[in-house]
C-alpha cells in the first residue's frame, strides 16, 4: 500500500504487481510534463514524457496518464520487477517566456522479490 | 562517453571553505543547469544558463556563482561555506529549456 513517511512517501509493491504512482501539478499552463527515475547514488533518468494534448502516452512497461481537470499525473509501471526500486518524480515544465523543469517531491517505489 | 560528467562525485570540507564543481556535457545542448537535492529527496533548480547565459537564478544566495566559459561546461563556485549547503548538486544538460534534461550523477557536498 501507500503511505507518508517521515521524508518521502513510499509505495511497497510485490514484484509482478502493477504499479501506479501519483503527481499533483500546481500550475495549469505547464504543457509539458516528465517522469523521471532516481536510483541510490545516481542521477535523476528520464522514463516517459507527455504533452499537454495527450491525456495518455505509452512506453515500455510504463504508461503515464494526465487528467488536466484536475491537474494530476500518473505514471504506471506494469508487472514491476525489483529493478523499478527507486525514487520517481514528475516534472512540469512551467514558467512563461524561458522555462525550466520544476520537479514535485518524489516517491520512493520499493519492490519485493 | 558519459553525456553529463560532474566532478568531484563527493566532497567533504569545512565551514568556511571556498570549493568548486565542475560539470561537461557531450550532447551538443545550449542550455545547463544546476539543481540542489536536500536530504528528502527534493530537487529546486538553483541556476540555468543557456549559450553562456545565465537564465534563471533561483533566489540563491551569492556565495554561490555558476560560470559558463563555454556551452559545454557549467561549474559552480561557493565561497564560504555553511552547514547548509551540504546537499546533492546535480548538473544537467537540455535543448532549451523545459525540455527533457540529462542529468549528471551529481555530487554529494558534506559541509563539517
Known amino acids: 500500500g501507500e503511505s507518508v513517511g517521515l521524508h518521502l512517501p513510499t509505495l511497497s509493491v510485490q514484484e509482478g504487481d502493477n504499479s501506479i504512482i501519483n503527481c499533483a501539478y500546481s500550475n495549469s499552463a505547464s504543457d509539458y510534463f516528465i517522469w523521471y527515475k532516481q536510483e541510490s547514488g545516481k542521477g535523476p533518468q528520464f522514463i516517459i514524457d507527455i504533452r499537454s494534448n495527450m491525456d495518455k502516452r505509452q512506453g515500455q512497461r510504463v504508461t503515464v496518464l494526465l487528467n488536466k481537470t484536475v491537474k494530476h499525473l500518473s505514471l504506471q509501471i506494469a508487472a514491476t520487477q525489483p529493478g523499478d526500486s527507486a525514487v520517481y518524480f514528475c516534472?512540469?515544465?512551467?514558467?512563461?517566456?524561458?522555462?525550466?523543469?520544476?520537479f514535485g517531491k518524489g516517491t520512493m517505489l520499493l519492490v519485493s522479490p | 562517453d558519459t553525456a553529463v560528467s560532474q566532478t568531484p562525485k563527493y566532497l567533504v570540507t569545512q565551514m568556511g571553505n571556498d570549493k568548486s564543481i565542475k560539470c561537461e556535457q557531450n550532447l551538443g545542448h545550449d542550455t545547463m543547469y544546476w539543481y540542489k537535492q536536500d536530504s528528502k529527496k527534493f530537487l529546486k533548480i538553483m541556476f540555468s544558463?543557456?549559450?553562456?547565459?545565465?537564465?534563471i537564478n533561483e533566489t540563491v544566495p551569492n556565495r554561490f556563482s555558476p560560470k559558463s566559459p563555454d556551452k559545454a561546461h557549467l561549474n559552480l563556485h561557493i565561497n564560504s561555506l555553511e552547514l547548509g549547503d551540504s546537499a546533492v548538486y546535480f548538473c544537467?544538460?537540455?535543448?532549451?529549456?523545459?525540455?527533457?534534461?540529462?542529468f549528471g550523477q551529481g555530487t554529494r557536498l558534506t559541509v563539517v
Open positions: 544537467a544538460s537540455s535543448i532549451g529549456g523545459g525540455t527533457e534534461a540529462f
Open positions: 544558463y543557456n549559450n553562456k547565459e545565465l537564465i
Open positions: 516534472a512540469e515544465n512551467r514558467g512563461s517566456g524561458y522555462s525550466t523543469l520544476t
